[in-house]
T-cell receptor, first 119, second 113 residues
């Protein structure tokens, strides 16, 4: 299957600092990427849809000024958690759509995730 | 509202048995369906997808789709302890090019050696 990478895999930061997470599609171009958050023992929660060359679409309840998303190229989307606080500590996972299969075979592949701990 | 329902489990099966995981969805506009496996502390990993009614087999895995009943299932034959994970069912409604997936909450599978 297609490969999606994330960097860093884990990060620990102080409260009030900003953290940038990168998501890359390594062997395909992805015009659409997604950002999810998952708290322990809970299901995936979609935060936003990232479209190359346009503004991200945020899900209800997700602060767009706090979670800045930039999808500047067909293989890279970034999520910046601004002024992070302990309640932002979570597992952040990106995914990218591989449309090379065409139509109903478009498939979403996940990155390995980034574990953020805010002290 | 689009919903995907799964039994949270845990579902326990002995090693070598068939594990059957079920999923229902509410949105009749859903066109493609995906099964992901998620190990604890890891991100989801795609197992297989299906978009046509009937069965689709890939190794030890068989996905089944019944659009009339809005039902998707995943069968795992010859279950192994390494199959122990949470299995996520997802439905895609590619309306207006959104390609968003709606995930179920997952079924935790435990394969007992």
């Amino acid at each position: 299957g297609a490969v999606v990478s994330q960097h860093p895999s884990w990060v620990i930061c102080k409260s009030g600092t900003s953290v940038k997470i990168e998501c890359r599609s390594l062997d395909f171009q992805a015009t659409t990427m997604f950002w999810y958050r998952q708290f322990p023992k809970q299901s995936l929660m979609l935060m936003a849809t990232s479209n190359e060359g346009s503004k991200a679409t945020y899900e209800q309840g997700v602060e767009k000024d706090k979670f800045l998303i930039n999808h500047a190229s067909l293989t890279l989307s970034t999520l910046t958690v601004t002024s992070a606080h302990p309640e932002d500590s979570s597992f952040y996972i990106c995914s990218a759509i591989d449309r090379s299969g065409g139509g109903l075979q478009d498939t979403q592949y996940f990155g390995p995730g980034t574990r953020l701990t805010v002290l | 509202q689009k919903e995907v329902e799964q039994n949270s489990g845990p579902l326990s099966v002995p090693e070598g048995a068939i594990a059957s995981l079920n999923c229902t969805y509410s949105d009749r506009g859903s066109q493609s369906f995906f099964w992901y496996r998620q190990y604890s502390g890891k991100s989801p990993e795609l197992i297989m997808f299906i978009y046509s009614n009937g069965d689709k087999e890939d190794g030890r895995f068989t996905a089944q789709l019944n659009k009339a009943s809005q039902y998707v299932s995943l069968l795992i034959r010859d279950s192994q302890p390494s199959d122990s994970a949470t299995y996520l069912c997802a439905a895609e409604h590619a309306g207006a090019g959104s390609y968003q997936l709606t995930f179920g909450k997952g079924t935790k599978l435990s394969v007992i050696p």
